[in-house]
C-alpha cells in the first residue's frame, strides 16, 4: 500500500496542465497576499503558472505586533477576493494540499509549524526568516532529511536581475548593503530584515565563510566575513538614514569593480517561478548547506556584536 501511495503522490507532481494544490501556513505577511496574486490571477502580469493557493491556517503571534495587527486583515482578504478556504489547522490543511508555503512572519514558530508537514512528506518553502536560532535552523533541516523531504529557504532579493547578473566564479570580495531593522523577540537579530542583504552576499560569494566580526551602532551594523580562500564579504545593515526599501551591492573581480546601483522593489514573481519549479521537481534552487552556512553566519555575528566586535568562527 505504501508504494502506491507514493507512486500517485509522483504521478500527481508530474501530471501536465495540472496545477498544484498549494496551502499557505500563517497568514500574518503581506506575502501571503502577493504570493497568492501571483499565483491565482492568470491576468496578472506577473503570473506564474503551475500552483494556485486553495487553503490557508492562520496561525500568528500575539506577542509580535507585524503579526498580531494584520492577520486579521490578510486572512478575510485571501477569504473573500481570492476564495482561499480558511482551516483550523496545520493536519486540516495537508490533507487538502499538494505543497506549502511556510510564511509565518515569526521565525520561531517555524521549526514546530514545519515537523508535520516534513512527516506528510509535503515539499515546503520556508519563508524568511527561516528561523530565528541557528540551533533551530540546523533541526529543520535534519528533519527534511530524516522524511527525505525536500525544502528551501531565501530571500526574494537573491532573484534581483542586478544579483543574478553579478554571479561569477571570478569574484574576489563583496559588499553588500540594505535596511536591517531588528524584531526583538528573535535572538538572531539579524535574521529578521538583514537576512535579505545577507543572502544577496551569499548569492554572489557562495559559501566557504570561515569567521566573522560585526561592529554594531544604533543606527547600523557592519559586518565581515572572511572565506577559507581569502576572500572577504561585508554587509552594511541599516536603521537610519535613507535606505529603507533599497539594496545594492558592490563585486570585486581581477579585472573590474562591478556595481548593482540602488535596487528597488520586489521580485516575488521571479522567486515564485523557482519555488514552483521546486515545487514540481523537488530540486531546491538554493542547496542546504548553504542556507544552513548563512544562518551559521547569522550566528557568528551575533555573538561577535555580544563580544564586543571580535572575530567569531562559524559552527558547522
Known amino acids: 500500500m505504501t508504494w502506491r501511495i507514493l507512486l500517485l503522490a509522483a504521478l500527481a507532481f508530474s501530471l501536465p496542465g ?12 503581506s506575502h501571503v497576499i502577493e504570493f ?14 503551475g500552483a494556485r493557493v486553495v487553503a490557508g ?60 508537514v516534513f512527516a506528510a512528506r509535503k515539499r515546503v518553502f520556508i519563508d524568511k526568516p ?27 532579493l537573491r532573484y534581483a536581475a542586478p544579483i543574478q547578473g553579478l554571479h561569477s566564479p571570478e569574484i574576489l570580495g563583496a559588499f553588500a548593503w ?35 566580526s560585526r561592529t554594531y551602532t544604533e543606527g547600523a551594523d557592519l559586518v565581515v566575513g572572511r572565506w577559507r580562500d581569502g576572500r572577504i564579504g561585508v554587509i552594511r545593515g541599516a536603521r537610519q538614514g535613507k535606505s529603507r526599501g533599497e539594496y545594492g551591492l558592490v563585486a570585486h573581480t581581477s579585472a573590474e569593480v562591478r556595481e548593482t546601483g540602488p535596487i528597488k522593489g520586489v521580485f516575488y514573481s ?8 521546486f515545487f514540481q ?18 550566528d557568528a555575528a551575533q555573538r561577535s556584536k555580544e563580544a564586543g566586535g571580535l572575530p567569531m568562527r562559524l559552527e558547522r
Open 18 to 29: 495540472a496545477d498544484l494544490k498549494v496551502g499557505i501556513i500563517g497568514l500574518d505577511t
Open 178 to 212: 540594505g535596511p536591517a531593522p531588528y524584531e526583538p523577540h528573535h535572538q538572531l537579530d539579524l535574521s529578521w530584515y538583514g537576512i535579505h542583504v545577507i543572502e544577496m552576499l551569499y548569492a554572489v560569494m557562495g559559501t566557504g565563510c570561515e569567521t566573522v
Open 130 to 156: 527561516l528561523a530565528s536560532t541557528y540551533a533551530d535552523a540546523k533541526e529543520i533541516a535534519r528533519l527534511g532529511r530524516a522524511s527525505g523531504t525536500p525544502w528551501f529557504s531565501t530571500s526574494s
Open 57 to 116: 491556517y492562520p496561525g500568528g503571534s500575539a506577542d509580535v505586533e507585524d503579526s498580531r495587527t494584520r492577520i486579521d486583515r490578510f486572512t478575510a482578504e485571501l477569504k473573500a477576493k481570492y476564495g482561499v478556504e480558511i482551516v483550523p489547522d496545520i493536519p486540516s490543511l495537508l490533507s487538502r494540499v499538494d505543497a506549502v508555503l511556510l510564511e509565518s512572519v515569526d521565525g520561531r514558530r517555524h521549526l514546530e509549524q514545519v515537523r508535520p
Open 281 to 298: 521537481t523537488g530540486v531546491p534552487p538554493v542547496p542546504e548547506e548553504e542556507t544552513l552556512e548563512i544562518f551559521a553566519f547569522l
Open 36 to 49: 497568492t496574486k501571483i499565483l491565482n490571477d492568470p491576468s496578472n502580469p506577473e503570473h506564474v503558472p
Open 270 to 277: 521571479q522567486l515564485l517561478s523557482e519555488v514552483v519549479k
